[in-house]
């Protein structure tokens, strides 16, 4: 018996038990019994799926589909029954809710494959074929008239009342196509289903609606697109030649250029389904004939390895290593033709992330690939990526300037004759608001030491004694991050941070000495937390148009000035190790810059000073360093007291780094003769760094 009350629940969990249960107790009768409940099915079928009324409770028709799915997938359904669910399933491919929808394509699927096992009639040729395409080719383009007068007249039906839309009354852009995702699912789930019987049903109509659905406004409808791309590449090319009947090498043609569009797709989901489909297409192909379509997919695959979506990174990754195994690199310069301006239209890509992902790539050229194949487009590069290093977002600042140290390096003389814009860019980025695009300046400018030598040096020297004092300038009111002004605020959850004390707890991430402070939304917490600008969760950089210009654009501020002493302390690090004689002789003025504690984020500016300290200190040498050393234990100790766990850990790091170097015995002789009460707490950090010992 089935449970029919079960089958009609409002949990889907209900009516996949009941479906499941029933069809469970179907395989194990007898001929009898199993005839009995197979004209059960029938029936409850039929009174699931009948006629679509104003009232109806679409739970019904979905439980009856989800029981006739369930029997074919177990193979308890004969040619008629199978024929009876087929119709029943099609019908539903329009109704009005999308998981009816959906399970009236997932049933097609099964009854198809169900069909093959007992040789009946094909589904798809018999029954939805033309109700699929009808519901793809119909569905393309939406009636936006008609759609925003039905809108507008049910936004003036809740201006009386005054009454919230329901989620069904608010047009999104994902919204307003019918049944065309859900046809589009459709197919691709008989295809799956049947396997390499569909290929003779991989007509010219087909693929000319597949192709308008990946050029289709609504991502959804795109993704979906290349799924079955990814789908019908490996089927095609599994059928055996002489039953086929497709013209494969017209088709390859055709696919290949479908499935490349995809791989620059703005939205991370649609490339990543995409990329699905190029690796399916790809290994399909036989392996002497791949060559012809690697000017199409080299490109955009070896881009998205850099891509900062994790899944579409790591599955272009393994895509390469599969399809080019070794021979990356003599294929990059076989087709650097097809790659270089492929990196250079990316470059000017609207979407931030793409254009970050660009730069990485136009640094790999330039470190891995042989400079004869690359040196006629060093030109064009540098300046793409001095266009770059003028973004407005600071994820592709970042990755400009990392490509442009490199480039220097590979080019020297290609590159000279922009040194004095070069210089410029790096000095403004060594003092940028954010840390990660100082410290990238700083190693750029030291590329650029490393490769132009004294002349260079000089220059950086000057700049290091200008920036390195600069934090005692800075006003009481520090910033932070304050150049990520511009960016959207919808999707933001509230923030929390600690309350009390204003004058003790200057910013959030630090947390109190005095157990009293309460930890609250930071808009309870005063002015400083409240009414100011949030940024989307959906990516660590700021949501901003592309476009051009100079450095001075108008979301950003000047630097702070302890953002300048900063970037000063990791350009510091960079001269270490080619000029250690020199930059032992500013040791005194980093120092002196510990001592600067008057402003709210000197914390974050110690926090930098003690993790590049052991790096100089190890590049200039123990005995050059020894006699600057007792000027850093008072602000040492200072740091691994203070609040701020960051500029605590920071200090206990260097503190077991310097141990190391110079010997946890000598370290801990010069604190006891600069000041006793110092060693208990450089010994806890020597032990720690010692394994607890």
């Not at 999308?98 to 198809?112: F, K, S």
């Not at 018999?126 to 393309?140: K, Q």
């Not at 410290?439 to 920036?467: C, I, P, S």
């Not at 509230?494 to 000495?513: I, L, M, R, T």
Request: aromatic share 8%; charged share 25%.
């Amino acid at each position: 018996m089935i449970d029919v009350q079960l089958l009609w629940s409002t949990r889907r969990m209900d009516r996949e038990r009941a479906s499941a249960t029933a069809a469970a107790a179907a395989a194990e009768a007898d001929a009898e019994a199993k005839a009995e409940m197979l004209a059960e099915v029938a029936r409850v079928l039929e009174e699931s799926c009948g006629a679509v009324a104003a009232d109806e409770v679409w739970e019904r028709r979905h439980g009856g589909l989800l029981l006739i799915a369930t029997f074919a997938s177990r193979g308890l359904l004969g040619a008629e029954a199978i024929g009876a669910g087929a119709g029943k399933a099609t019908a539903a491919l329009t109704h009005p809710e999308p998981r009816v929808r959906e399970q009236a394509g997932n049933t097609l699927a099964a009854l198809a494959a169900a069909a093959l096992g007992v040789g009946a009639p094909s589904v798809y040729r018999t029954h939805c074929r033309e109700a699929i395409l009808a519901g793809i080719r119909d569905n393309l383009e939406r009636a936006e008239d008609a759609v925003e007068a039905e809108l507008e007249e049910k936004l003036k039906k809740r201006l009386q009342p005054k009454k919230p839309l329901g989620v069904d009354e608010i047009l999104h852009q994902s919204a307003g196509w019918k049944s065309l995702e859900s046809s589009c699912k459709a197919l691709l789930e008989i295809a799956k289903a049947v396997g390499t019987e569909f290929a003779p049903d991989v007509t010219p109509e087909l693929l000319d609606l597949i192709t308008r659905t990946l050029s289709h406004t609504n991502r959804f409808v795109r993704e979906t697109g290349f799924q079955i791309c990814a789908e019908l590449s490996t089927l095609v090319h599994e059928c055996p030649l002489d039953t086929a009947d497709v013209d494969r090498a017209a088709f390859d043609a055709t696919m290949s250029g479908l499935v490349a569009t995809g791989l620059a797709d703005n939205w991370s989901q649609v490339r990543m389904a995409a990329s699905v489909a190029a690796r399916k297409f790809l290994l399909s192909v036989p392996a002497e004939e791949r060559a012809q379509f690697y000017p199409l997919f080299l490109p955009p695959t070896a881009l998205n390895r850099y891509y900062v979506a994790e899944g579409v990174r790591l599955y272009n990754q393994a895509t390469w290593r599969e399809v080019v195994g070794d021979g990356g690199q003599q294929l990059v310069e076989e087709h650097i033709g097809s790659i270089v301006p492929f990196y250079l239209s990316q470059a000017d890509a609207a979407n931030h992330a793409v254009r970050e992902a660009a730069c990485a790539c136009i640094a790999e050229l330039g470190l891995k690939v042989r400079p004869e194949a690359v040196a006629p487009y060093v030109a064009q590069m540098l300046a793409v990526l001095l266009e770059c290093f003028r973004d407005e977002s600071w994820p592709v600042r970042d990755a400009a300037c990392i490509a442009l140290g490199r480039f220097i390096q590979g080019f020297p003389e290609e590159a000279r004759g922009r040194l004095p814009e070069l210089y410029e860019l790096f000095f403004n980025h060594v003092c940028d608001n954010i840390w990660s695009v100082r410290e990238n300046a700083a190693v750029a400018l030291g590329a650029v030491v490393q490769t132009y030598g004294d002349e260079a040096f000089a220059l950086v020297e000057a700049k290091v004694r200008e920036l390195l004092p600069a934090a005692k300038e800075q006003p009481a009111g520090s910033k932070k991050n304050a150049n990520l002004t511009n960016t959207t605020t919808f999707g933001v959850a509230g923030s929390f941070g600690w309350a009390g004390d204003e004058d003790a707890v200057q910013f959030a991430d630090q947390a109190p000495p005095a157990s009293t402070k309460r930890f609250v939304p930071l808009d309870k917490v005063g002015p400083a937390f409240s009414d100011q600008q949030m940024f989307s969760c959906g990516s660590l950089a700021p949501k901003l148009k592309r476009k051009g210009g100079c450095m001075d654009c108008g979301y950003l501020r000047p630097p702070e000035p302890w953002e300048r002493s900063d970037g000063a302390v990791y350009l510091l690090r960079e001269l270490a190790t080619g000029h250690p004689e020199q930059v032992a002789a500013l040791l005194p003025a980093l120092a002196d810059l510990t001592r600067v504690r008057h402003f709210e984020h000197h914390y974050t500016l110690l926090e930098t000073v003690w993790k590049q300290l052991p790096t100089v200190a190890a590049a200039v040498g123990k005995k050059r360093f020894k006699p600057s050393l007792e000027p850093f234990l008072a602000p040492l100790h200072y740091s691994l007291l203070c609040p701020n766990q960051l500029a605590q850990h920071a200090a206990r790091g260097c503190v077991a780094a310097l141990a190391k170097l110079l010997g946890p015995s000598i370290l801990k002789g010069r604190v006891e003769m600069a000041d006793p009460r110092f060693v208990d707490a450089f010994e806890a950090a020597i032990a720690d760094g010692q394994g607890g010992r």
